[in-house]
């Protein structure tokens, strides 16, 4: 395996994670991972569909880091343990300051920057995709992250950004980069220019899409506009996906003219060969 970090890992402190840190640790040692990055959930003012569900997105920070070090002290001869978070971005005023102050009170080494709501709502269920084609609804995703990434910078990359097209009725059987070009290259020359990386992440395949997330084109955009940070991330919630279709993705980074996969510790990238 020429990828030997896997920068994106669930554990049961998320709210819809099946697998302990332990087990995705012992998981990732024998899958001969030399890196994991822990990147439990975080997502400030989540709209719920049920009561019984109310919190399940936000993260007990303190239990969740103490597990982490007792974790990376007990392994810390077989793989390196990495501390980070996935923060879940909306752009009102009150959740872009939860986010601010969340970010700050832990030192964290990786944070992920997604969107899992657009305007208040979810792409998962089939009600955001209702009364609209599949573009258009695409097009509102992506309107969302610019506004996000206007008003929160403080993350290391953004995660799989095209995350909207797992849950459509046609996935990304009909959707392209070039549908999109003109608001992805915004995006795209706004990390750019802040120095933020994008992540490859292969949780899309698992879920019936054709392409990771994001799609190929996007990745290849990325570097044209002059993008060099690629972090990649299996987005596993139970051990079982640790590392899923890393071998490909190294071979599509190559094929574009990556020589370098990234991962991140005390907030900067660390860059290893491919």
């Known amino acids: 395996m ?8 669930h554990t049961t402190f998320s709210g819809d994670g099946k697998s302990t840190m332990e087990e995705q640790i012992e998981k990732a040692i024998e899958l001969g991972l030399r890196t994991i990055t822990f990147t439990d959930h975080q997502d400030a003012d989540f709209i719920y569909q049920k009561d019984d569900e109310e919190g399940m997105f936000e993260l007990n920070a303190d239990a969740y880091l103490y597990d982490l070090l007792r974790c990376k002290a007990k392994y810390e001869d077989k793989i390196r ?3 980070g978070v996935e923060l879940g971005l909306q752009p009102q005023r009150e959740t872009v300051k939860k986010n601010l102050i969340f970010a700050r009170e832990h030192e964290y080494d990786f944070i992920i920057a997604s969107s899992h709501l657009c305007h208040g709502m979810d792409p998962y269920f089939p009600e955001f995709f209702e009364g609209r084609s599949e573009t258009e609804a ?4 992506f309107e969302s992250i610019l506004e ?7 993350f290391d990359v953004y995660g799989h950004l095209d995350y909207v097209v797992r849950y459509g009725p046609e996935k990304d059987n009909e959707y392209s980069y070039e549908k999109h ?3 992805l290259d915004e995006i795209l020359r706004w990390l750019i220019e802040n120095e933020k990386g994008i992540e490859i992440n292969t949780g899309g395949p698992r879920r019936g899409l054709i392409d990771n997330n994001p799609c190929r084109r996007i990745v290849e955009r990325y570097k044209e506009l002059g993008g060099e940070i690629i972090t990649v991330g299996s987005d596993a919630h139970e051990k079982g996906d640790l590392g899923y279709h890393f071998d490909e993705v190294a071979e599509m980074l190559k094929e574009i003219g990556y ?3 990234a991962v991140y510790e005390n907030r900067l990238p660390e860059f290893f060969r491919l």
């Open 81 to 83: 343990v990495l501390f």
């Open 181 to 183: 070009a003109d608001i």
């Open 138 to 141: 695409h097009r509102e995703y």
């Open 2 to 9: 020429a990828i030997l970090a896997d920068s994106h890992v």
């Open 259 to 261: 020589s370098y996969y």
């Open 148 to 154: 996000n990434i206007k008003v929160f910078s403080n």
